[in-house]
């Protein structure tokens, strides 16, 4: 076990052997968990509403990103996060889309985008949303995400301000010193170990434990973080199940966490935010959004509550979501 250049733990030559572990009962777990589900067509295809969305690709920044397309108005992007997919949106995008063109991109690494290298700082993944939106012709957009997502959103604002008209952050900031600050242990009864960002820091060792068991990672943070159960069914954790399950996609995912120390070096050199900016939080990170963008944002419009939801605001509270974003972007 080595540290390397970047503070990240590497499992060196022991990799190899998990990798063999790792592949020999990958074949039992995704399919076995739970149903089958369709493509990201026919899940495009199967959202209610009078507009009809499409699931389509596009070549930008040097790599291959995957967005859901539908409605009509003023583009308005949505970014998903771990470890959902743009499914994680599909609750809201038919209200929305009544009102705005509404883009959901699997970010760099994520569902039916391409797993390249290298790139998961979140200031070129947040160029490669901007790459992707001036190819399909805007000069500007609304724009949200949630978790990894709301980070790459914050990046795109900071990076590209100009083609940010506003911009909605659920339940996290863009990383800054105080992730260094995140304790290991948790005296009991003190809140929720995020022991997620500590494991996804790790070389090599999250992919080969994790390779064909997605399923189980996933199904222990719905059932620890929901507040209504029902809220992310059986097929919406297959439809994440699968795409993480893909070669490439649980190392993707880990190097948005391990990108992190370039992210906080990044967010050192930002300004402030001139756009209007909303924040949307469970309570139990609603102080923290709030002071973040207090520091880091001149037109905070306000920070609302998620009484109903632990994390997963989009998917346990669809209907404020909808509401609110509705009432902020205009």
């Known amino acids: 076990m080595t540290l390397d250049r970047r503070g990240v733990i590497s499992m060196g030559a022991g990799a190899a052997a998990l990798t063999a572990l790792g592949a020999g009962s990958a074949q039992a777990s995704p399919a076995a968990r739970g149903p089958r589900v369709p493509n990201d067509a026919a899940l495009a295809r199967s959202l209610p509403g009078r507009h009809r969305f499409h699931s389509r690709h596009a070549q930008v920044n040097g790599t291959r990103l995957h967005y859901v397309i539908g409605g009509r108005g003023e583009p308005l992007v949505l970014l998903p996060g771990w470890p959902e997919t743009w499914w994680g949106y599909r609750k809201i995008m038919p209200v929305l889309a009544e009102h705005y063109r509404v883009i959901v991109v699997d970010v760099r690494g994520m569902g039916g985008s391409a797993t390249p290298a290298d790139g998961y700082d979140k200031k070129t993944m947040a160029r490669d949303v901007y790459e992707l939106v001036r190819s399909l012709g805007h000069r500007s957009v609304h724009i949200a995400g949630h978790d990894i997502g709301a980070m790459v959103a914050f990046s795109f604002a900071a990076n590209h301000p100009g083609a940010t008209r506003r911009l909605a952050l659920l339940d996290v900031t863009h990383p800054d010193e105080s992730l260094y600050e995140l304790r290991m242990l948790l005296r009991p009864n003190t809140g929720f170990n995020m022991w997620w960002f500590a494991f996804n820091q790790v070389l090599d060792l999250p992919q080969h434990l994790l390779h064909g ?62 756009m209007p900016v909303l924040g949307m939080a469970a309570l139990s990170e609603f102080d923290h959004l709030a002071a973040t963008l207090e520091r880091v944002a001149d037109d905070v419009r306000g920070v609302i509550p998620v009484e109903k939801s632990l994390h997963w605001l989009s998917e346990e509270d669809p209907e404020l979501v909808s509401r609110s974003l509705l009432d902020f972007f205009g």
């Open 213 to 274: 068991r997605m399923w189980t990672l996933i199904d222990w943070l719905f059932d620890n973080a929901l507040v209504k159960q029902d809220s992310v069914t059986r097929f919406d954790r297959s439809v994440y199940a699968r795409a993480y399950d893909r070669p490439g996609g649980i190392r993707a995912s880990c190097a948005w966490y391990q990108a992190f120390h370039a992210d906080i070096e990044a967010m050192a050199g930002y300004g402030r935010l001139a």
